[in-house]
């Protein structure tokens, strides 16, 4: 048995980066010119319909934790990871009741940290933007390495050109085309992802069969198929709260929300979370081929796309580039977007300039686009960590913003002091197992002590909150 | 007699650095490492490095990691090849157990030294103690946003409350 070569020439890879990364841009730069005002640009005139909305719920959560995650904790936690995985379907799924609650609440809102601010005051405002900020630098980290590392798995090119290339291309073309141009290449992404995928499953399954698979795994690696396996099994539901704590907290989700036509957000989000839910399986089952191939990656969030291309070959390869590009580029454009806003709208207009035009809002968003973007390539050139303990390590963030976000949207009793307490605390102890257990507990713990401090602050402290106080006005 | 007793010692003493500087080449050409402590997860990463000195004859891409259920190697259980050019391997699915391996030069047949990993997972009591801990606040966080909703659609004008 002798070393795996690698599946493509770094020739081809780049020049499909290239490809790819012209035709974004222009399409990018073709919606942008349409966007007229900063809420055009940051929401897409609050007016986006069913079809696109369903496919960028369903494309944005596909992304560098569909692709490269979930085979990573395949590799590593067996059936329960590919399955466990799965379930961050139930992010989706469950966001489908608030999205229509936010859209009645904020009928002017733009992000997450609105609703914080108005519903719970400074303090737990304050500590939201901190989780929000660490999770989307963490996840904008995760996938600009992800680029990377998919580069490298496929063909051997530096990590360093694969993550520059596909942070430069995201970054232009949501530069030009806003959220807009976001949800439009969203489509054209999803589309790709899920013929792409359901090709790989198809010929993996052809060419490969699952009897050798399973016949590998018993004699060598028999706790990828221990339905007992301690560790896997602490994974699972930590898996679910951090999932739910992604979608619940973060503006990428909300600002989706603010977009959708009214009574189109329930429905895309269920749609969404529903087409989502087998993409895991079937990226996850690719990685535990990888032993009966004799395929052992230097890390193992570089699992899926080394089985894929060795099974499919060179043009198999490009299949599966072409779709983990595209999965990247659409969870990436709509971060930056999000992000952007929430540092535009929260923290530029509302603590820096409150006076500030939409015109000035709208130059100042592309400007935070830019040094968003900066800023990642600069954290993501040393490759401090693998994808799924770096993410992983944002779950004790946002874990903890899962009951004051659902309560504060449904109840007027939760304070402000509650929910900056819970959200605090969740944060802290969570962290804490995070370091003395391990990442597999990092969110469940998060979530359990911000519940019950949710819980006591709504017994002990309540509050009669106005639920008209969150109707506040666009600025003009 | 005494010229004769110090070729002795010389040749001796010769065949002694010799056969220590063959020993250390040979040792250390190729190192390997692996985890520091108890595996708790049962997947861990190996890596290999060649030492400058002797890699002229070793290819990066020859080398193989190897494991066995002894320190002395006497049955190779299974091989693990790296991906491309890349001096790790990160493997998984390993039961509680002692495992055995070392880092083999398919053309030379140069070995490393031998690293031992101990596999002892989490007691599983407090795997479905966090379990049965993750299942109680799922359920109610759906009760919860079921029941809210509900409420809501049917006082959409009030904004309901719960």
């Keep these: 048995m002798t070393a795996t070569e690698y599946a493509l020439n770094s020739n081809v890879g780049l020049a499909i980066v290239a490809i790819f990364g012209v035709l974004w841009v222009v ?11 900063h809420e055009d640009f940051a929401l897409a005139g609050r007016n986006v319909g069913f079809a696109f909305a369903a496919a960028t719920a369903m494309a944005t959560w596909v992304t560098s934790n569909t692709t490269l995650v979930a085979p990573q904790l ?18 989706l799924i469950l966001f489908a009741p608030l999205s229509a609650r936010i859209r009645e609440l904020l009928p002017n809102g733009y992000t997450s940290g609105d609703f914080i601010r108005l519903r719970y005051g400074k303090w737990a405002w304050h500590v939201f933007i901190v989780i929000s900020i660490v999770y989307a630098m963490g996840w904008l980290i995760s996938l600009g390495m992800a680029g990377g590392i998919l580069l490298q798995a496929l063909s051997g090119l530096d990590y360093h050109i694969g993550m520059s290339a596909i942070l430069l291309i ?20 999803a589309l790709i992802i899920i013929i792409g995928v359901v090709a790989v499953a ?25 339905w007992l396996f301690p560790a896997a099994i602490m994974f699972l539901f930590n898996n679910i709260f951090f999932g739910l704590g992604e979608i619940f907290h973060s503006n990428v989700w909300w600002s989706r929300a603010l977009a959708f036509k009214k009574k189109v957000a329930f429905k895309a989000f269920l749609l969404g979370g529903v087409l989502w839910l087998p993409i895991p399986i079937v990226t996850g089952f690719i990685a535990l081929a990888a032993p009966q191939l004799g395929i052992f990656p230097s890390s193992a969030d570089m699992v899926g796309p080394s089985v894929a291309a060795h099974v499919l070959g060179t043009a198999g390869a490009v299949i599966v580039f072409i779709v983990v590009f595209s999965a990247l580029a659409s969870s990436l454009d709509s971060l930056l977007a999000a992000t952007s806003d929430l540092v535009t709208r929260d923290i530029y207009n509302k603590h820096i300039d409150k006076g500030a035009t939409d015109k000035k809002l709208f130059k100042v968003n592309r400007l935070v686009i830019l040094g968003l973007g900066l800023l990642t390539w600069l ?39 509650t929910a900056a307490l819970a959200m605090f605390l969740g944060t802290s102890i969570g962290l804490a197992c995070y370091f003395m257990i391990g990442f597999y507990v990092a969110a469940l713990t998060s979530c359990a002590i911000s519940g019950l401090v949710t819980w006591i602050g709504y017994k002990l402290d309540p509050v009669e909150f106005n639920w008209e106080q969150l109707n506040e006005e666009a600025p003009k | 007699m005494v010229a004769t007793g110090l070729r002795s010692v010389l040749w001796f003493v010769c065949t002694f650095l010799l056969c220590v500087s063959i020993n250390v080449a040979h040792a250390t050409s190729i190192t390997l490492t692996g985890p520091s402590g108890t595996v708790s997860e049962g997947y861990f990463q190996l890596e290999y490095q060649l030492e400058s000195v002797n890699s002229e004859g070793s290819s990066v891409n020859t080398i193989v990691f190897e494991r066995a259920a002894s320190e002395s190697f006497d049955v190779v259980e299974d091989r693990y090849p790296p991906l491309g050019s890349f001096s790790q391997v990160t493997l998984s699915g390993f039961s509680n157990g002692t495992y055995y391996f070392r880092a083999r030069d398919t053309q030379s047949g140069e070995t490393s030294n031998i690293v031992s990993v101990t596999v002892q997972h989490y007691p599983l009591s407090r795997a479905l103690t966090l379990f049965g801990l993750g299942a109680l606040i799922f359920i109610a966080l759906v009760v919860f946003i079921l029941h809210a909703h509900s409420r809501s659609s049917d006082q959409s004008v009030s904004k309901g409350s719960v």
């Design chain 1, 27 to 37: 399409f990018g730069y073709v919606l942008g010119r349409s966007n007229k005002s």
């Design chain 1, 74 to 91: 395949t590799y590593q936690f067996g059936i329960w990871g590919m399955i466990g995985y799965s379930f961050a379907a139930l992010g």
């Design chain 1, 170 to 189: 995201c970054v232009a073309y949501t530069l030009f085309g806003g959220l807009r141009a976001v949800i439009a290449t969203d489509f054209i992404q």
């Design chain 1, 202 to 226: 198809v010929l993996i399954l052809i060419n490969n069969g699952i009897e050798p698979v399973h016949q590998e795994l018993t004699t060598g690696h028999p706790e990828l198929l221990n």
């Design chain 1, 379 to 417: 954290l993501c050139l040393p490759k401090v960590a693998t994808l799924g303990a770096l993410l992983n390590f944002t779950g004790a963030f946002v874990a903890s913003t899962i009951w004051p976000i659902v309560l504060g949207l449904y109840s007027k009793k939760v304070s402000g002091r």
